[in-house]
């Protein structure tokens, strides 16, 4: 056996653009088999300037996932027993709509999904979200994400100056999952206070860091005034030349940075499966 069987190594891996707003397709990376440091290295260059990489066809188990996961920092790891994480390795989530004697197996089961970003209602969000598709719909269920860095470099002159040394605060009801912003939170429900516009650790670069789901005020602003703003700020993010929509096929696998982009769920019909596995990365306290 030579040095490289079974190992990735940077001469393998390869890149095409999944569309101009963002979004990269890394090949020659089989995740059956672990990375070496030059591989990785450009596998997380790839990253950093595609913010979304996708690597089709990967017919992988969990602890692959994990490996491949780990590469880009600690996991999260589940510190409540929940139905939807793995008992055996609190660093794996499912999302489903799959039911097993009438409960659910996994979370956010059913419908759209607003825009947002993953764990902003926490002090130190997650950096990187990767979710493995093992069943999807035939139609809908789709994953949109946005260009944060886009966002914000193209806001208008009147607009721009408005967030700048803001804070948010962010709040999500997690245990009861809505899809949807507008929901009422529970008292005790998990919140924190982040920058309207963060710089990313790796990359320097600025980007929003509100969103339509999780984002509920701008503090020092009066009420109303907050509410127009995240508005005018929700609806410029979405624009549809700062969006890429990817439609799953089996064993796709997608890492997203949560840093700099902001991503929804399309419509999918109740009555088909869908079953996607998902690891977070840790993250740092937005600044």
């Given amino acids: 056996m030579t040095a490289t069987a079974g190992l990735n190594?940077?001469?393998?891996?390869?890149?095409?653009?999944?569309?101009?707003?963002?979004g990269?397709?890394?090949?020659?990376v089989d995740l059956r088999?672990?990375?070496?440091?030059?591989?990785?290295r450009?596998?997380?260059?790839?990253?950093n300037d595609g913010l979304v990489i996708l690597l089709r066809g990967q017919d992988i188990g969990e602890d692959d996932q994990v490996r491949f996961a780990q590469y880009f920092g600690p996991l999260n790891q589940s510190k409540k027993q929940r139905?939807?994480?793995?008992?055996?390795?609190?660093?794996?989530?499912?999302?489903?709509?799959?039911?097993?004697?009438?409960?659910l197996v996994g979370a956010l089961p059913d419908g759209e999904m607003n825009f947002h970003t993953d764990q902003s209602h926490q002090e130190t969000p997650c950096s990187g979200t990767m979710l493995h598709a093992l069943e999807?719909?035939?139609?809908?269920?789709?994953?949109?994400?946005?260009?944060?860095?886009?966002?914000?470099?193209t806001l208008p002159d009147d607009i721009k100056a408005k967030p700048e040394g803001k804070l948010a605060t962010h709040g999500y009801d997690y245990d009861n999952a809505s899809t949807q912003?507008?929901?009422?939170?529970?008292?005790?429900?998990?919140?924190?206070?982040?920058?309207?516009?963060?710089?990313?650790?790796?990359?320097?670069?600025?980007?929003l860091y509100v969103?339509?789901?999780m984002t509920l005020r701008i503090e020092g602003m009066d009420p109303a005034e907050s509410e127009d703003l995240l508005n005018d700020l929700f609806d410029h993010s979405e624009r549809p030349e700062f969006v890429y929509e990817h439609v799953w096929k089996p064993h796709d696998l997608l890492l997203w940075d949560n840093r700099c982009t902001l991503h929804a769920r399309t419509d999918f019909s109740a009555a088909e499966r869908r079953l996607m596995r998902r690891v977070t990365i840790l993250g740092e306290r937005p600044f």
């Fill in 24 to 28: 990269a397709e890394i090949t020659g």
């Fill in 136 to 153: 999807v719909p035939s139609v809908g269920g789709n994953t949109l994400f946005a260009n944060c860095y886009t966002a914000y470099e």
């Fill in 181 to 207: 912003r507008g929901t009422v939170l529970r008292e005790g429900v998990p919140h924190a206070t982040h920058p309207v516009v963060r710089t990313h650790p790796e990359t320097g670069r600025k980007s």
């Fill in 83 to 103: 139905a939807h994480h793995n008992a055996a390795n609190p660093a794996v989530m499912w999302i489903s709509n799959i039911r097993e004697n009438g409960k």
């Fill in 9 to 22: 190594n940077a001469s393998r891996v390869g890149s095409i653009p999944l569309s101009p707003a963002l």
């Fill in 211 to 213: 969103n339509r789901l």
């Fill in 33 to 40: 088999h672990p990375l070496d440091e030059d591989a990785m």
């Fill in 42 to 47: 450009a596998v997380k260059q790839i990253w």
